[in-house]
């Protein structure tokens, strides 16, 4: 993406349903479990790069042996970092203690990190420090085993602050006001709460305190627990977490916002937030791989049992769309062809622009994640000419000549690698006018792919500040010399933040906005933002579910190909001489290309929960009122 943005984190549970020495015997190593996490993580790198967590519990561990291991880090190479500090612990017990290389129990019992439990993340650092205590997994420790919970998730809350002051009026005192301290809080309060009527109940049967404990990890309902603690949430989340004698469980949101994969047989249960990871590293085919129903957690108890739970409603199903146009690996089966569609489906705009210019348009893409919808693109433009080959041929019929055939024949797509990006340059220099001109230099063009007065046609997977297009591509590619560059987003107009985990939280950040703005500017209409603006601060102490979106009516007046030709304008720097022109999916060929993820709420403005209202009414008073702050 020419515009990085930084987005959601990504999960991954293991859950090893037989004896460490059972993979010992079968796979050469007892870190069986710690092998397939470090793939499962690096298959989700794409995920998150600013940090990584890893947790693991030992089952049926003896009092005063240790149990749980956490390791996280934001060093450059987070996992890498992680596994390497792995190895080292292992490496020094195998050379301290030779004898422990065949002992699988000397090795549960002395190494840390080996177990039978496996959680991992990756994340990026999207807002607050990206320090090592923002990582996860999370800790809540307790002396009871049961009480221990680690939790880790790709999510966001739109209604911290009402989950924070709920654990205030329980008498709690939560840490910080961060939406994964309060989920963990919340999860771990209910959970106290469920121990606590169970060893009564169990000391009622006669028990004694010792006898009471395995007891108890037996009898816990993970989805009663849940029940409770998810009964207030808002927002996009895929939730995971660990109960210290060996419980797991994975939640998803009940709109089915953020994706959950799981796949398990007779030696594992496995949980992701992507398909293909899973595939990849279990070997197994795509259809034993299931997507967890929104609402329901999958839930496997110590004794290996699992089972999928309702536990909230689902909701009309909004999975995110954005997730199958750039964020997950576009090696699942059914991304690979939604993404081929979405090339496909913008070939119809492109030929309306290029005049049906076909013989002198090059086709290309930026970045190298483009790559997917631009085969679709050129595919249809294959198709096109065949079409128009096909009727040139007949119109001739028995008499063309072979030198006409061929001529007729030899019409293709043009295609070339126009832009390359250089990932060696590092904008080392802090100052804007020196920075900008290093920017200008993150791509390198192929010389000669283009001829002097060609139609250019690049398609990119969005474009959603242009900051990169201006600075940097559109003054690169107009040293081609073509006559026009038409620069083609696989995704539509970004006009509203997002506050369920991607990293867009400013409205005045949106291309699409700044040329809304513009618009309104052209045509006298800033009354009307101001008016927005006095209806969203009406609001601002409505219950979330009464909010309603009134940024909609910022983009009314417009058509979206008045924004794009006026994005166009925006983003053509003053010096540059091709004529410039910026097409955008449309939201019907969205719904086309990605059926089943009809969470559009970034182009639309229709949010899955009532928290996201809230949020982009807060984001449109915070531009108004000049706040340059987040709207969450």
Not at 112 to 134: A, C, D, Q
Not at 533 to 554: L, P
């Amino acid at each position: 993406m020419s515009d990085a943005i930084k987005h959601e984190c990504g999960i991954s549970v293991i859950r090893l349903l037989k004896p460490l020495s059972y993979y010992k015997e079968k796979y050469g190593t007892a870190f069986y479990g710690v092998n397939k996490m470090y793939l499962m993580m690096e298959k989700q790198h794409n995920r998150g790069q600013d940090g990584a967590g890893f947790a693991s519990i030992k089952l049926d561990m003896n009092p005063g042996e240790r149990y749980m291991s956490r390791v996280r880090s934001v060093e450059q190479q987070p996992i890498q970092d992680i596994f390497d500090q792995i190895n080292d612990r292992i490496n020094v017990a195998f050379q301290e203690h030779p004898e422990y290389k065949d002992d699988v129990v000397a090795q549960k019992k002395n190494i840390p990190y080996i177990g039978e439990v496996l959680l991992g993340h990756v994340r990026y650092g999207t807002f607050g420090k990206n320090s090592i205590e923002n990582v996860h997994p999370f800790l809540r420790q307790n002396n009871w085993m049961h009480r221990n919970l680690i939790v880790a998730g790709n999510f966001n809350m739109t209604n911290v602050h009402e989950l924070f002051d709920n654990l205030v009026q329980i008498g709690q005192h939560p840490k910080e006001m961060a939406d994964t301290v309060t989920v963990m809080e919340k999860i771990g309060h209910f959970l106290d709460d469920a121990v606590a009527k169970l060893y009564k109940q169990i000391k009622k049967e006669g028990y004694n305190k010792l006898e009471a404990s395995p007891l108890i990890a037996k009898r816990l309902k993970l989805n009663k627990i849940l029940k409770r603690a998810a009964k207030n949430w808002d927002g996009g989340y895929a939730m995971a977490g660990m109960l210290g004698h060996g419980d797991a469980f994975v939640l998803r949101d009940p709109s089915g916002i953020r994706p959950t994969y799981y796949y398990k047989d007779d030696e594992v249960v496995v949980v992701a937030s992507e398909r293909p990871a899973i595939q990849t590293v279990f070997n197994v085919p795509y259809e034993e791989v299931k997507e967890l129903t929104p609402g329901s957690a999958i839930i496997i108890k110590k004794d290996g049992s699992s089972a999928i739970k309702e536990i909230l409603k689902p909701k009309e199903r909004k999975a995110c769309s954005f997730e199958r146009i750039y964020f997950s690996r576009g090696s699942d089966k059914e991304i690979y062809q939604e993404r081929k569609e979405l090339g496909k489906l913008l070939f119809p705009q492109i030929l309306k622009a290029i005049d049906h210019d076909i013989k002198n348009t090059v086709f290309s893409y930026i970045p190298n994640t483009a790559e997917t919808s631009f085969f679709g693109l050129v595919k249809e433009a294959q198709n096109y000419l065949n079409s128009r080959k096909e009727e040139q041929i007949l119109s001739i019929g028995s008499k063309i000549t072979q030198k006409e055939l061929h001529e007729i024949l030899e019409i293709r797509p043009r295609i070339e690698k126009v832009a390359i990006k250089d990932a060696k340059l590092r904008t080392f220099i802090t100052q804007d006018s020196s920075r900008d001109d290093l920017v200008a230099h993150v791509y390198d063009i192929s010389y000669g792919s283009v001829e002097k007065d060609d139609n250019l046609v690049i398609i990119d997977d969005s474009i959603v500040r242009g900051t990169t297009l201006k600075k940097s591509i559109l003054r690169i590619l107009d040293r081609l010399s073509p006559k026009k560059i038409i620069v083609v987003s696989s995704a539509p107009q970004i006009r509203y933040p997002d506050c369920y985990g991607i990293d867009m939280a400013k409205l005045e950040d949106f291309v699409a906005f700044k040329a809304a703005l513009a618009l309104h500017e052209d045509n006298n209409s800033l009354d009307k933002v101001e008016l927005i603006y006095n209806k969203c601060v009406e609001q601002v102490t409505s219950k979330d579910h009464e909010i309603v979106n009134y940024v909609k009516d910022f983009y009314a007046p417009f058509t979206a190909n008045q924004i794009s030709d006026k994005i166009g304008e925006l983003l053509s720097p003053e010096d540059i001489k091709a004529e410039v022109k910026i097409i955008y999916q449309t939201i019907e060929s969205l719904h086309e290309a990605c059926p089943h993820n009809l969470g559009d709420w970034y182009f639309t403005g229709n949010y899955p929960t009532p928290g996201g209202n809230k949020v982009v009414n807060r984001a449109f008073i915070n531009f108004y009122e000049g706040k340059n702050e987040r709207a969450y």
